[in-house]
């Protein structure tokens, strides 16, 4: 790549017959080219000659600006190969990030993921038999081990396992749902208009505060096919209300010979109050109480990857195996293969707050956070003064993604502030702490930006960034 030419006057502007050829700024560039191939070099090389042409033709084009066209091409075309997705700091205080990927996998996860996708698998072939293979096959044994079903069964997200539960149990017949169930989620998926896409007619019963056991059974007809339960996992009404649980479902629903369905939504499958934590409720206690058919997510409290779980009865997950959306929905090898290790790690349960990251961040205590916010403060304060103050706080994290919504963790971290206290000033900040090389991402709280410490095992991702920082705000 050629240098600058020093004969150059800076300061002057250059005209459009300054500007180099097509042909010879890619000679200039050859080292590029021979890095990058000539379609993507010689594209973004048109492209900016293109968007530099007409401020040449309104005088507005600084020369230094066509002497540095070798430079400025190369900032394009690393641009255009840097990915979307990029790993961020997570500094907002909620664990399980809708917004950010949700549960981070575990190393043996990731491990799994490089040995078995860049190698042929035997993602549908049975090694003992030298057969054709069900992909359910290598996890349905490890998950009907860990919650105690006769079957199970795995698609690409919660979202569908509901759906296709409730088309294959219910498609064309009725679903009974209590009104104070009829949940929406992100993205506005609404259980309403999730059993109408499922060909299943809803029968709400009880009020939004209070369903009874007895609502229920008036609303048992020969047209019945399924009874749901929606576990409100992502908010909670409380006062004077009342519901329905699996256990006393469950023999209304035999008596009737109809299946019972429950969502759990979030997945944990071990007891969380063992760590502290607020409990959730688990499939092992919803098929010891009669469930039919519960579904889960992967990637919430399990701590795996996007997954929707269905486990139950050998009668009621075979027919949601064999419907035809199965296909459809079905868990690609990828995610397959980082599950499957993922539930691996349940095998040793006492390893599972070390070994299984989503567990590791939520039972960090607060005096190890406390005393990170105390080591990063006088790095971080030198990175944003004078325009910042900064302080060491307390914190209230949130496990997230739905999961007990009104439960906080103790938490601690950094609250930086605009001396100026203007929102304007606080943003600009937040808007320089994304723009990082490893984007960190906090949250706005009372003229405040808050860096919640939980999710932030290696202090140096946060502090080999300072330095960037501070020049982003001078």
């Not at 042909?23 to 048109?46: I, N, Q, S, Y």
């Not at 795996?304 to 009621?316: C, E, F, K, N, T």
Request: aromatic share 2%; proline share 6%.
């Amino acid at each position: 790549m050629t240098a600058p030419d020093d004969s150059v006057a800076h300061g002057a502007t250059a005209r459009p017959q300054d500007l180099p050829a097509l042909d010879k700024l890619l000679r200039d560039c050859a080292p590029l080219v021979a890095e990058h191939g000539h379609t993507l070099v010689a594209r973004e090389a048109r492209a900016l000659l293109d968007a530099l042409r007409p401020r040449a033709v309104a005088g507005a084009l600084p020369r230094r600006e066509v002497a540095a066209l070798p430079q400025a091409l190369a900032a394009r075309v690393a641009a255009r190969l840097r990915p979307g997705m990029r790993a961020v700091l997570n500094l907002t205080g909620t664990v399980i990030h809708t917004n950010l990927g949700r549960s981070l996998l575990a190393d043996a996860a990731l491990q799994q993921v490089l040995a078995l996708m860049g190698e042929p698998n035997n993602l549908e072939f049975d090694l003992g038999t030298g057969q054709r293979g069900d992909r359910d096959d290598l996890i349905e044994g490890l998950l009907c081990e860990l919650t105690g079903a006769e079957a199970a069964t795995v698609v690409n997200n919660n979202a569908a396992a509901v759906l296709l539960g409730i088309a294959a149990l219910a498609g064309g017949r009725e679903a009974i749902v209590s009104r104070g169930e009829l949940v929406e989620i992100g993205g506005a998926f609404r259980m309403p208009d999730v059993m109408a896409a499922a060909g299943a007619t809803l029968v709400e019963v009880g009020t939004t505060n209070r369903t009874h056991p007895r609502d229920y059974e008036q609303a048992l007809t020969p047209r019945t096919g399924l009874i749901v339960k929606v576990h409100t996992s992502n908010y909670q009404v409380q006062g004077f209300t009342a519901a329905v649980d699996e256990a006393t479902l469950a023999p209304i629903a035999a008596r009737a010979g109809v299946p019972l369905m429950t969502d759990l939504g979030s997945g944990a499958l071990v007891d969380l109050s063992a760590w502290g934590l607020p409990p959730e409720p688990l499939p092992q206690a919803m098929l010891a109480a009669g469930c039919d058919v519960v579904t889960f997510s992967g990637d919430k409290l399990l701590g795996g990857p996007q997954a929707g779980l269905i486990v139950g009865s050998r009668a009621a997950v075979g027919r949601i195996r064999k419907f035809p959306m199965k296909r459809a929905l079905r868990l690609s090898k990828l995610p397959f293969a980082a599950l499957e290790a993922t539930l691996r790690l349940y095998l040793r349960p006492e390893r599972l707050a070390r070994d299984l990251p989503t567990l590791r961040l939520l039972t960090r205590p607060q005096a190890q956070l406390a005393a990170l916010a105390q080591s990063l403060l006088a790095g971080v304060a030198a990175a944003v003064a004078p325009r910042f103050s900064v302080e060491a706080v307390a914190l209230q994290s949130q496990i997230g993604s739905g999961s007990l919504p009104v439960e906080r963790l103790p938490s601690a971290g950094l609250a930086l502030a605009a001396v100026d206290g203007r929102g304007r000033t606080l943003e600009a900040l937040a808007d320089a702490l994304r723009a990082l090389p490893r984007p960190v991402i906090g949250r706005r709280h009372e003229n405040r930006l808050l860096l919640d410490l939980r999710c932030l095992e290696d202090p140096a991702l946060l502090t080999a960034q300072l330095d960037a920082l501070r020049e982003a705000l001078a």
